[in-house]
């Protein structure tokens, strides 16, 4: 199992942080030119309880996939997702939001095991948690870009 702990600090308001990190305009952005997708199943642009996302890309040889459904949402506290279906073994992560004198703590603690499929298992291993790493880094730098400046509100509709 891998395990991801990252702490952004961001100079915004929390109710802001909060709800740029579940825009699904913001994480697709944030996926550009990576050759991946993501889908939601949420009636707006802000994922909520019950809501699905999907993420898809290729890696490997193969077009990869989880969905994850938002099961806790704790408004502007936190909100977890977990993986429904899936390629990896188990995907969940979990978004915490902690309002600073000067801004916002988020923090992003996942757990995942590497993926089912034998190729997958063994090299998944070695770059798994450095490609979500990587992804959550670019995400939460492009949330930072946003909350602190004007252009949260280009995509807060």
Same mark, same amino acid.
């Given at each position: 199992? =891998? ?7 961001? /100079?915004?308001? *929390?109710?802001? *942080?909060?709800?740029?990190? @579940?825009?699904?305009?913001? &994480? /697709? ?12 199943? !949420? =009636?707006?642009?802000? *994922? ?9 890309? /290729?890696?490997?040889?193969? %077009? @990869?996939?989880?969905? !994850?459904?938002?099961?806790? #949402? ?5 909100? *977890? ?10 995907? @969940?992560? +979990?978004?915490?939001? /902690? ?11 996942? +757990?995942? +095991?590497?993926?089912?499929? !034998?190729?997958?298992? #063994?090299?998944?291993?070695?770059? #798994?948690?450095?490609?979500? +790493? %990587?992804?959550?880094?670019? @995400? ?5 870009? &946003? ?6 509100? =280009?995509?807060?509709?």
């Amino acid at each position: 199992m =891998a395990s991801i702990h990252l702490t952004t600090f961001i /100079k915004a308001p *929390v109710e802001r *942080v909060f709800d740029l990190c @579940r825009n699904t305009t913001v &994480y /697709k952005k944030a996926l550009e030119g990576r050759n991946e997708s993501l889908s939601a199943s !949420a =009636a707006g642009i802000l *994922v909520n309880a019950g809501d699905t996302i999907t993420l898809s890309a /290729k890696h490997l040889g193969k %077009t @990869r996939a989880i969905t !994850a459904r938002v099961l806790e #949402m704790i408004i502007p506290e936190k909100f *977890v997702e977990e993986q429904v279906k899936g390629d990896l073994k188990s995907f @969940r992560h +979990e978004h915490h939001f /902690k309002p600073v004198e000067n801004g916002t703590l988020v923090i992003d603690l996942v +757990e995942m +095991e590497e993926p089912r499929d !034998a190729v997958g298992g #063994m090299l998944g291993k070695l770059f #798994m948690k450095n490609y979500f +790493e %990587t992804l959550l880094n670019k @995400r939460n730098a492009l949330v930072k870009l &946003y909350a602190e400046s004007e252009k949260w509100r =280009a995509v807060m509709g």
